[in-house]
């Protein structure tokens, strides 16, 4: 059974950094094609980064330049880098994975395993 599990979440101020990590178990990860979307109160969730298998990376606009996504294949882990962080990033992050498949995905839809999130707060 496959299971993802993330931590690192917490409150930062504005202009600081965090790290959150997703912990993928049951599989390991260079099956997947793996991404961080991200979901504020009151708003649908939304695309941040995603990572293929072939480690190519995308991002959403909004955190170009300040996120970053990698994996750790021997950790069955991975990570997302926030630096710069603004209060309109405050939401609960999720880690997804999708087996099969050898390019990006950015649609939640596409994704088949998904973690239970970790708060994000950015403070003002």
């Known amino acids: 059974q496959v299971r993802l599990v993330e931590s690192g979440g917490g409150l930062v101020q504005a202009g600081g950094s965090l790290r959150v990590s997703c912990v993928v178990s049951?599989?390991?990860?260079?099956?997947?094609?793996m991404g961080w979307f991200r979901q504020a109160p009151g708003k649908e969730r939304e695309f941040v980064a995603a990572?293929?298998?072939?480690?190519?990376?995308t991002y959403a606009d909004s955190v170009k330049r300040r996120f970053t996504i990698s994996r750790d294949n021997a950790k069955n882990t991975i990570y997302l880098q926030m630096n710069s962080l603004k209060p309109e990033d405050t939401a609960v992050y999720y880690c997804?994975?999708?087996?099969?498949?050898?390019?990006?995905?950015?649609?939640?839809?596409?994704?088949?395993?998904w973690g239970q999130g970790t708060q994000v707060t950015v403070s003002s």
């Open positions: 049951g599989r390991t990860i260079t099956t997947f094609a």
């Open positions: 990572i293929s298998r072939s480690d190519d990376t």
């Open positions: 997804a994975a999708r087996s099969r498949g050898s390019t990006l995905y950015s649609d939640f839809r596409e994704y088949n395993y």
